[in-house]
């Protein structure tokens, strides 16, 4: 059989059944839940104020309206950060390698976040399509082009968060099959290529909580102008 370096994309089956449910309920199961004691542990603790911390700066710029998206946002920002490094390690899947995941989550939120401009103050909203002093013969032109910049952005959001993840994966294999197949034939490249597989593995970490951190940011500026 030949190997498919897009196999370890597949979402994974048991009996015929998609395990996808399963991979995006693990990382919930992962964080300590708060107790009823007056005092947390260290862990609680940490991650109350890494919360409070990412809350605080994302929703600083965002009028006080805005502020009722926090708790979805550092859901949003909890759950991306644990799928992806969760992904990085062995034997593992990576939810948010799927395109339509990551779109699952772009498009209902980028769609709030353009409902609520148009209701709360649509001529504000409606402003953005079309610049000040923009000269007339191209305010046909200019109001297409900021309409299809409106309905690329959660396709942008998507497929960024989905081809990072993807690129980053397919590299580190490619790599890692590199240094096992040139390890009986020239060990001294394998062990430098392993050297370049562990530098890439720290990046990839890097780029797992880059992403979910873009994405989210992404997200909070576009309510920021509909707020």
Do not use: C
């Not at 040139?182 to 780029?207: K, N, R, S």
């Amino acid at each position: 059989m030949t190997l498919s370096f897009f196999d370890q994309f597949m979402s994974p089956t048991l009996l015929g059944i998609p395990l996808i449910a399963l991979a995006l309920a693990l990382p919930w199961i992962l964080f300590p839940t708060p107790t009823s004691r007056w005092l947390n542990n260290r862990l609680l603790t940490v991650q109350g104020w890494f919360i409070s911390r990412f809350s605080q700066q994302l929703l600083l710029p965002i009028n006080p309206g805005g502020h009722k998206w926090a708790l979805i946002f550092a859901s949003l920002m909890i759950f991306l950060i644990t799928s992806n490094m969760l992904g990085l390690l062995p034997y593992t899947f990576t939810p948010t390698t799927q395109l339509s995941l990551n779109m699952g989550f772009a498009v209902p939120l980028w769609l709030a976040t353009v409902i609520i401009g148009m209701r709360n103050q649509p001529t504000h909203a409606l402003g953005h399509l079309l610049p000040e002093g923009t000269p007339t013969l191209l305010i046909p032109i200019l109001i297409i082009i900021e309409t299809i910049s409106l309905f690329i952005r959660p396709l942008a959001l998507g497929v960024r968060l989905t081809a990072n993840l993807t690129a980053g994966h397919l590299l580190i294999q490619l790599i890692a099959t590199a240094a096992f197949v040139l390890l009986p034939l020239m060990p001294t490249v394998a062990i430098l290529t392993t050297t370049l597989l562990f530098l890439l593995t720290l990046l990839e970490v890097a780029v797992a909580m880059i992403q979910a951190y873009v994405f989210v940011l992404l997200l909070s500026l576009y309510l920021q102008e509909n707020v």
